[in-house]
């Protein structure tokens, strides 16, 4: 019987084959091939769609891959109880609850994890990046026995797998992280950050769409239209050029994402970088740049069909 992997649209997992064949990313899959078959799609955040598919496809189902906190997509935020209902899906219907907390996980959101939010404990977490401390790449899949002890000595490997630098790098990361209550610090900071961006939203409500975000973990998206010539990208190059790193996704986004480390001025001076960059830089940006004549790309999702 072929198993079959449920995740959500606008995904993001990784750049290897397999989560390739998820993403809902037309430059990700658009010429590469062949894609993999046995996955099945749902919009984030609709518990309705995910139990419609677990009913239909219940014997099927090995497991439920999905972001707690959309990273890639653009930081969106699922509805309150959203992470519940998908454990108790899972459970009754015999489903692996997979969070990949990558992105959202290690305080970056106030808590360790992002399923924390909801008190959840997913059956495997997927954890990377800050679990290196900035010393060196690490990523880890976490589960209880009955998940772990599946896979048999000599059934999968890894060149770097477990080695002991890694695990040092590691445990010292999450040290590190409870010691200096960086999860607290994140909700703190994270509020501030918020509080910043709305004023700058208030003073430019014609190209601010929306402001969100949980502890450290934030996004700005534009209005297309107001915006146009200029994307996201563009004002990301222009935040660059005046001191900080901010990263541009679907165009009319930009993402926060500072250190758990930032302090408070750093923070300040930081959102004063945005609001130059729209106050003084944005006017010349649309009139150098030449109006889009159409687009250069199909905004229909390859993959699920969405409009993106």
Known sequence: MQAIIVSCCGCFHGRTLAVISMSCDNEA?????????????????????????????????????????????????????????????CTKYNVLMIADEI???????????????????????????ALGGGVIPVSAVLANKDVMLCIQPGEHGSTFGGNPLASAVSIASLDVIKDEKLADRSVHLGKELRHRLLKIQQQFPDYIKEIRGRGLFNAVEFDSRALSPVSAYDICLNMKERGVLAKPTHDTI??????????????????????DVLELDLPNMKKAKPPKVSPTASTTCHRCGRNL
């Open 103 to 129: 992105q959202s996980g290690l305080a970056r959101t106030g808590r360790m994890l992002a399923c924390d939010w909801e008190e959840v404990h997913p059956d495997v977490v997927i954890l990377g990046k």
């Open 29 to 89: 899959t658009h010429g590469f091939g062949p894609l993999l078959p046995g996955n099945l799609k749902v919009d984030f955040g609709d518990v309705v769609a995910l139990e419609k598919i677990f009913k239909e496809s219940g014997e099927r189902i090995a497991g439920f891959l999905f972001e707690p906190i959309q990273g890639e997509a653009g930081v969106i935020i699922p509805p309150d109880g959203y992470l519940k209902a998908v454990r108790d899906l």
């Open 254 to 275: 930009v993402r926060l994402t500072p250190p758990l480390s930032i302090s408070l001025d750093e923070l300040e001076e930081g959102s004063k970088v945005l609001h």
